[in-house]
T-cell receptor, first 114, second 114 residues
């Protein structure tokens, strides 16, 4: 069956450290993968998009990797701040037969502590 | 920065009633989407819309649902006869191109069915 799995437990880290979030998928062949941030009661906010032919993307303190062999994406936030506390969602796109719809994981709740 | 706007932010409706959720996508975007998120669950795709017609829909999007672009700026989701299980956050999103471009989300309409 098809699955998208993100860290099931909440992730608590200390301010200034690097947070690493994982997104693993099975029985999908996405053409691209997007990462979003979601705050309580708000809509997902787009952060980064990485395509299947790209290994790594960066934007300011954010970095995402995409390994289509391992069927895994890693999302890193360096020099984390309390303001980074939120739920982070990975979403697969361009899956075979799936058009442009995004298929979301359940999200990882990140808490950055002082 | 341009954003997707949704109204109302909260809609309370009696079971069996019709409800219309409204969205104003980003002005130069061509593709429009509706997703929903039941409390505590993941974001789920409902429908995508391009060139005044549905391009893809999920199993959730049954005959009770319809979408429309009544003018050059609005995009609506109608639920004809609401059920208790329709209670959820409904998010509208838009993107510039069909394949592999970021989808930008609004802050959603919280739909509560009594």
């Amino acid at each position: 069956s098809q699955k998208i799995e993100q860290n099931s437990e909440a992730l608590n880290i200390q301010e200034g450290k690097t947070a690493t979030l994982t997104c693993n998928y099975t029985n999908y062949s996405p053409a691209y993968l997007q990462w979003y941030r979601q705050d309580p009661g708000r809509g997902p906010v787009f952060l980064l998009l990485i395509r299947e032919n790209e290994k790594e993307k960066r934007k300011e303190r954010l970095k995402v990797t995409f390994d289509t062999t391992l069927k895994q994406s890693l999302f890193h936030i360096t020099a984390s701040q309390p303001a980074d506390s939120a739920t982070y969602l990975c979403a697969l796109g361009g899956v075979t037969g799936g058009g442009n719809k995004l298929t979301f994981g359940t999200g990882t709740q990140l808490k950055v502590e002082l | 920065e341009p954003e997707v706007t949704q109204t109302p932010s909260h809609q309370v409706t009696q079971m069996g009633q019709e409800v219309i959720l409204r969205c104003v996508p980003i002005s130069n975007h061509l593709y429009f989407y509706w997703y929903r998120q039941i409390l505590g669950q993941k974001v789920e795709f409902l429908v995508s819309f391009y060139n005044n017609e549905i391009s893809e829909k999920s199993e959730i999007f049954d005959d009770q649902f319809s979408v429309e672009r009544p003018d050059g700026s609005n995009f609506t989701l109608k639920i004809r006869s609401t059920k208790l299980e329709d209670s959820a956050m409904y998010f509208c999103a838009s993107s510039e191109e069909y394949q592999g471009q970021p989808q930008h989300f609004g802050d959603g309409t919280r739909l509560s069915i009594l």
